[in-house]
T-cell receptor
């Protein structure tokens, strides 16, 4: 299957700083990418849909000014957690949608673990 | 997208078939059934999906009932590496959004 990478795989930062997480589709073009957040022992929660060349669509309850998403190319989407606080500590996962004729498939990155001190 | 219901946890002996059920009684005609799994601290991995016919690939088989209100994922010969959380998701494919429920934690035991 297609490969999606994330960078960094883990990051520790101080409260109040901003952190950028990259999501790349390595061997296919993805006009649509998704960002999820997962707290310990919980399921994945969809945060936003990222479309190349347009503004992201955020799920209800997700602050768009806090979680900035940029999808500047067909293979790269970035999530910036602005002014991070300890409650933002979580496992952030992206996925990329590969459109195929009548049969789309979504591939997930390995995740980025964010710890805010 | 329709909601799914899965058992919270299941055990399976290594080498035996693991049968993971999923109920999706409100599924509509254009919605697919997707299965993903997540091994601890990794991103979800696609397993299989189907619309109404049974499907098989190198990882698993998907059996969908005729009324499409439930399905079963079958891992024919479970190994210890199949221990994971398995998610059954119903999705129309129009938006690509996958809404994850709590899934089934499958524990494969030696």
């Amino acid at each position: 299957g297609a490969v999606v990478s994330q960078h960094p795989s883990w990051v520790i930062c101080k409260s109040g700083t901003s952190v950028k997480i990259e999501c790349r589709s390595l061997d296919f073009q993805a006009t649509t990418m998704f960002w999820y957040r997962q707290f310990p022992k919980q399921s994945l929660m969809l945060m936003a849909t990222s479309n190349e060349g347009s503004k992201a669509t955020y799920e209800q309850g997700v602050e768009k000014d806090k979680f900035l998403i940029n999808h500047a190319s067909l293979t790269l989407s970035t999530l910036t957690v602005t002014s991070a606080h300890p409650e933002d500590s979580s496992f952030y996962i992206c996925s990329a949608l590969e459109f195929r004729q009548g049969d789309d498939e979504q591939f997930f990155g390995p995740g980025t673990r964010l710890t805010v001190l | 997208d329709a909601k799914t219901t899965q058992p919270t946890s299941m055990d399976c002996a290594e080498g035996r078939a693991a049968n993971l059920p999923c109920n999706h009684s409100t599924i509509s005609g254009n919605e697919y059934v997707y299965w993903y799994r997540q091994i601890h601290s990794q991103g979800p991995q696609y397993i299989i999906h189907g619309l109404k016919n049974n499907e098989t690939n190198e990882m698993a088989s998907l059996i969908i009932t005729e009324d499409r209100k439930s399905s079963t994922l079958i891992l024919p010969h479970a190994t210890l590496r199949d221990t994971a959380v398995y998610y059954c998701i119903v999705n129309s494919g129009n938006t690509g959004k996958l809404i994850f429920g709590q899934g089934t934690t499958l524990q494969v035991k030696p």
